[in-house]
């Protein structure tokens, strides 16, 4: 018998239920609703309480007669108090606005996204940054609550996006299964807002092999090895970082080669291998260093 298949459901006043086969109609304060069940699974009410039964113990009946019970129950609930999921949103110039019954949500995107609330959904602002979607069926305020958070899901990285409320966002951490040796050392890489640092670390002794940054690529300090001429962009002042990032690869490459040094294992330290981090990457590659 299923645990919670064989708990009764109980009826609470002003709710009325009417059994009709194998539909049931549930009508409450907060609404009306309906629904049709499997032919397998038999639905009796009596002295206040909603039982289910099941025709066999079939595997496929056993399954029907949890979902069965916790279905009801969720339509009992729904008309008496109703559900409701709050979701929070992050980000620079993100932010939800009301108007009537119609969402707006602005994520990041050149045009604002409108959404119109299913019958028995309705939407609450409570700041820019909070709502809520509230309504008496369960699946249907849970569907609509993960299509806003699916527009723009919660980034790891930049910490900005759609997320239920509490929900916790893992940062992906790879440091704990990267390490490196001597034979073939870790580059770690570190990138700011202006700047950008690799290194080369025997994590084994806790050494640095080598080092190399954009401080030295910048006019004034120590010349670069020899890399590709610049692009017209980098030229005209533009994907400036990407270019001294690009030549941070090409002396890092260059200086473990003159140590010897021709397999690493890459620490993203997790940044995505996107912009900067992959333009160093890459001309590490160019310059002999494998990973």
């Known amino acids: 018998m299923s645990r919670i298949g064989r708990l009764p459901v109980t009826i609470p006043s002003g709710v009325d239920i009417k059994i009709d086969g194998q539909t049931l109609n549930v009508k409450g304060p907060k609404g009306q609703l309906s ?6 699974m038999k639905i009796e009410r009596e002295d206040g309480k909603i039982s289910v039964q099941r025709a066999d113990d079939t595997q496929l009946n056993r399954a029907l007669h949890g979902l069965t ?15 409701a999921k709050d979701l929070e949103i992050s980000g620079t110039g993100y932010r939800a606005v009301l108007q ?7 994520l990041g995107f050149s045009h604002p996204i409108e959404i119109d609330p299913p019958a028995g959904v309705t939407f609450t602002v409570e700041t820019p940054q909070k709502l809520k979607v509230s309504g008496i069926d369960k ?17 790891p990285y930049k910490a900005k996006g759609v997320k239920y409320a509490g929900e916790y966002i893992r940062h992906s951490r790879v440091r704990e299964k990267i390490r490196g040796s001597a034979a073939r050392p870790r580059l770690a890489v570190f990138r700011s807002i202006e700047h950008i640092y690799a290194q080369l670390i025997d994590d084994d002794s806790g050494r640095t092999l080598v080092t190399a940054t954009d401080l030295d690529v910048r006019p004034g300090t120590a010349s670069p090895p020899p890399a590709e001429p610049q ?7 533009k994907g400036r970082k990407s270019e001294r990032a690009k030549a941070v690869g090409a002396m890092l490459g260059e200086k473990a080669k003159a140590k010897g040094i021709g397999e690493a294992v890459f620490d993203r330290g997790g940044y995505r291998y996107h912009g900067r981090v992959k333009a160093l990457g890459d001309a590490a590659r160019s310059a002999g260093l494998r990973f």
Do not use: C, Q
């Open 35 to 40: 629904r049709t069940f499997h032919e397998n």
């Open 69 to 83: 019970r916790t279905l009801i129950a969720n339509m009992v609930t729904g008309v008496t108090t109703g559900f």
């Open 100 to 106: 009537g019954k119609k969402l707006t949500l602005a």
């Open 231 to 237: 692009s017209k962009a980098a030229k005209d002042g």
């Open 139 to 155: 699946e249907a305020v849970g569907e609509v609550a993960a299509k806003i958070r699916g527009l723009r899901e919660p980034d």
